[in-house]
């Protein structure tokens, strides 16, 4: 799956990922996601996903409780599982705070963005 996105765009760069990178990235791990209605949600993605959340907390303001009030409101509008909502709104997130959908990246960053398979749709947060 990830292995036909080995070059992506990092900053103004392609970077090659090498093939223990990839593997790397596309491990899971399990951690758990606040709700809104207090609760929590335990959510297993790949560690690309939980990179992408902390480059959002750290770079960008992010807390993990916005995450995942956004992926509760994702999930309600949309019925579609926890899961899927956090991992397209992580990509949606990330992409509209590196500011690339439809911009260059202006600042570098050791991480890349998400498999290309996460494309804006209507249904988008």
Do not use: K
Not at 41 to 68: F, I, K, P, Q
Not at 95 to 111: I, K, W
Not at 113 to 121: A, D, E, V
Request: glycine share 6%.
């Amino acid at each position: 799956m990830f292995a036909n996105h080995a070059q992506i765009a990092i900053g103004s760069r392609m970077d090659t990922l090498n093939e223990q990178e990839i593997e790397t990235l596309l491990l899971r791990e399990a951690r758990q996601v606040p709700l809104p209605t207090g609760g929590f949600n335990e959510v297993t993605a790949t560690r690309h996903h939980w990179l992408a959340v902390e480059e959002l907390v750290r770079d960008y303001g992010w807390s993990l409780e916005s995450l995942g009030r956004l992926v509760f409101e994702d999930q309600r509008a949309t019925g579609a599982d926890f899961h899927a909502c956090f991992c397209r709104v992580v990509a949606y997130v990330l992409a509209d705070a590196r500011h690339v959908l439809g911009e260059t990246v202006e600042r570098p960053s050791r991480l890349p963005l998400l498999p290309s398979g996460y494309q804006p749709r209507e249904s988008a947060v």
